[in-house]
């Protein structure tokens, strides 16, 4: 069974930093393609970013680009999304995603293009 649970969000002061981590299980970590995504109340579920399953390729969305990082630890079967001066406009729920190599390639940041999803993690950041 896999399992991708998400840690880290919390309450935060606009400016500051937060990491978000991914532990996922039941799976073949290294396989997967990892991305995280964000919802605001009332909107719809976006992408924030995606790593390739060795790490070695990223992409950011334009919102977050030079805020926040993705990268992951593959011995330690995590994800993480580094968030640094944090907006209220970054308010949202965050969930990890990962897909498998046979599904898509890591450059398809739809959301459909996932297999496995998190349960997500609340950030909110005051003003």
């Known amino acids: 069974q896999v399992q991708l649970v998400e840690s880290g969000g919390r309450l935060v002061q606009a400016g500051g930093s937060l990491r978000l981590s991914c532990a996922a299980s039941?799976?073949?970590?290294?396989?997967?393609?990892m991305g995280w995504f964000r919802q605001a109340p009332g909107k719809e579920r976006v992408f924030v970013a995606a790593?390739?399953?060795?790490?070695?390729?990223?992409v950011t969305s334009d919102t977050v680009k030079g805020r926040f990082t993705i990268s992951r630890d593959n011995a330690k079967n995590t994800a993480y999304l580094q968030m640094n001066s944090l907006k209220p406009e970054d308010t949202a729920v965050y969930y990890c995603?990962?897909?498998?190599?046979?599904?898509?390639?890591?450059?398809?940041?739809?959301?459909?293009?996932?297999?496995?999803w998190g349960q997500g993690t609340q950030v909110t950041v005051s003003s």
């Open positions: 995603a990962a897909k498998s190599v046979y599904s898509s390639t890591w450059r398809d940041v739809g959301p459909g293009s996932y297999d496995y």
């Open positions: 039941g799976l073949t970590f290294s396989n997967y393609h």
């Open positions: 790593i390739s399953t060795s790490g070695g390729n990223t």
